[in-house]
């Protein structure tokens, strides 16, 4: 593999480091202490991904990035719809939202059965709250269902 085409794959992993890094110094001025669990549970899961991301480019000299058929116009979609979500989520709380941008996603990745994608984003939604809501105690918006 190219020098060139190397720097390019490993782009992603170093900025991907920085974010990690600064996530881990960020959570350090969180308080209480007990607060900054997740984000440094977060950093240290992402740290080890680029570690090992870096080693797999690094010893497997091949290229993995394919921008070969990349839609431009589904990646301009989905940050509309997370800009639309981010928008929605204070104004009407946690579960539409996030029930429609789970929808919206797998429409975007063209599945087609709609009981399905009604079942997993009802599943996901259930799974987000219990696992933030209930376990890791982060306030959620709601309009109701609010305990």
Do not use: W
């Amino acid at each position: 593999m190219k020098k060139k085409d190397i720097l390019l794959e490993l782009s992603l992993p170093v900025v991907m480091a920085a974010l990690g890094i600064f996530v881990l110094i960020k959570a350090e001025s969180i308080k209480p202490k007990s607060a900054a669990t997740f984000p440094r549970i977060c950093a240290v899961l992402m740290l080890i991904g680029v570690a090992v991301t870096i080693l797999q480019i690094l010893v497997a000299k091949k290229k993995t990035t394919h921008f070969e058929g990349l839609r431009v116009e589904k990646a301009l979609l989905l940050l509309l719809m997370i800009l639309v979500y981010t928008i929605l989520l204070p104004r009407i709380g946690y579960i539409i939202p996030t029930l429609l941008l789970c929808a919206c996603i797998m429409l975007l990745l063209n599945y087609r059965k709609l009981p399905v994608i009604g079942l997993c984003s009802c599943i996901a939604v259930v799974v987000i709250f219990v696992l933030f809501k209930i376990i890791l105690k982060v306030p959620l918006p709601m309009l109701f269902l609010d305990f």
